[in-house]
Nanobody, 124 residues
Framework: QVQLVESGGGLVQAGGSLRLSCAAS????????MGWFRQAPGKEREFVAA????????RYATSVKGRFTISRDNTKNTVSLQMNSLQPEDTAVYYC?????????????????WGQGTQVTVSS
């Protein structure tokens, strides 16, 4: 099982940027597809971005496409989410997740390991 720890969340004004990082450890990392999800208070956890095991393929939720960029560095066992042009609707706890396969996945059930989450708050 992969252990994941997110960091980089915080408070930012609308239009600002944050970069989230996810440090991974455990049995596997480079062989897993990875993803970012977020959950706002009172709402269901939703897909944000995903990346395959090599980093050659990515997918984004429509709401963040063009603003967020997911990347990974398998030599450092890290996954990042660069978030630009942040809006209040982006306010949520962001979770890093390790997929069950090396490939792109977007459903919660396709991910087997989860970080503890990091809070992102965007003020207007």
């Amino acid at each position: 099982q992969v252990q994941l720890v997110e960091s980089g969340g915080g408070l930012v004004q609308a239009g600002g940027s944050l970069r989230l990082s996810c440090a991974a450890s455990g049995r596997t990392f480079s062989g897993n597809g990875m993803g970012w999800f977020r959950q706002a208070p009172g709402k269901e956890r939703e897909f944000v971005a995903a990346i395959n095991w090599t980093g050659g393929w990515t997918r984004y939720a429509t709401s963040v496409k063009g603003r967020f960029t997911i990347s990974r560095d398998n030599t450092k066992n890290t996954v990042s989410l660069q978030m630009n042009s942040l809006q209040p609707e982006d306010t949520a706890v962001y979770y890093c997740a390790a997929g069950r396969t090396p490939f792109l996945r977007t459903q919660i059930t396709d991910f087997s390991s989860w970080g503890q989450g990091t809070q992102v708050t965007v003020s207007s």
